[in-house]
């Protein structure tokens, strides 16, 4: 059965410190995708980054960077030097045969 | 502007008063899906429609209908709504069921509250 884990409910951090967020997924598919998403106060959903099942080199954007390791199924991102504008609901996803997204973690940044 | 438009942003409305929630997308995706998006369960995948005449039921379908007459337009429909849909609900749109290297689109949110 496909599904994602994100455990971390919410995580409370001071400005300037690095959060590493855990995605975890289950899937019988070789082939699928993996997606993270923000959502900010304002509550729209701002698509971050998709990866391919077949492409696990970590990837880095700015402040933000992703490991995805198939050996463990996760996909985890890292915010690096956190700012409070950082403050949001983060959602792992996954694409098989359809997309389903993890109950989702909330970040707060205090400065 | 590429975009998925979902109307209305806001909406309370009383149980059992059938309501339609349009979304419409002018990108000429394939693809379209709805989510609704309660405290601690995440996005849950209501219906999704692979394309014009070709709609199916997601993980949460109980209570809602969909139709896809047109390629831009998936509307949402109540028949009969009850207070366990008051929540918050997505449309979201992309060129196939897998996503692109944008992800999906997903319109601006509906806030529904049924009473």
């Known amino acids: 059965a496909q599904k994602v884990t994100q455990a971390q409910t919410e995580i409370s951090v001071v400005e300037k410190e690095d959060v590493t967020l855990d995605c975890v997924y289950e899937t019988r598919d070789t082939t699928y995708y993996l997606f993270w998403y923000k959502q900010p106060p304002s509550g729209e959903l701002v698509f971050l980054i998709r990866?391919?099942?077949?492409?696990?080199q970590n990837e880095i954007s700015g402040r933000y960077s992703w490991n995805f390791q198939k050996s463990t199924s996760s996909f985890n991102f890292t915010i690096t030097a956190s700012q409070v504008v950082d403050s949001a609901v983060y959602f792992c996803a996954l694409s098989d045969y359809k997309l389903s997204f993890g109950a989702g973690t909330t970040v707060t940044v205090r400065a | 502007e590429a975009q998925v438009t979902q109307n209305p942003r806001y909406l309370i409305t009383v149980t059992g008063k059938k309501l339609t929630v349009t979304c419409s997308q002018n990108m000429n995706h394939e693809y379209m899906s709805w989510y609704r998006q309660d405290p601690g369960l995440g996005l849950r995948q209501i219906y999704y429609?692979?394309?014009?005449?070709?709609?199916d039921k997601g993980d949460v379908p109980e209570g809602y209908k969909v139709s896809r007459k047109e390629k831009r337009n998936f509307p949402l429909i109540l028949e009969s709504p009850s207070p366990n849909q008051t929540s918050l609900y997505f449309c979201?749109?992309?060129?196939?069921?897998?996503?692109?290297?944008?992800?999906?689109?997903f319109g601006s949110g509906t806030r529904l509250t049924v009473v």
């Open positions: 429609s692979m394309n014009v005449e070709v709609t």
């Open positions: 990866r391919n099942s077949f492409d696990e």
């Open positions: 979201a749109s992309s060129q196939t069921y897998r996503g692109s290297n944008y992800g999906y689109t």
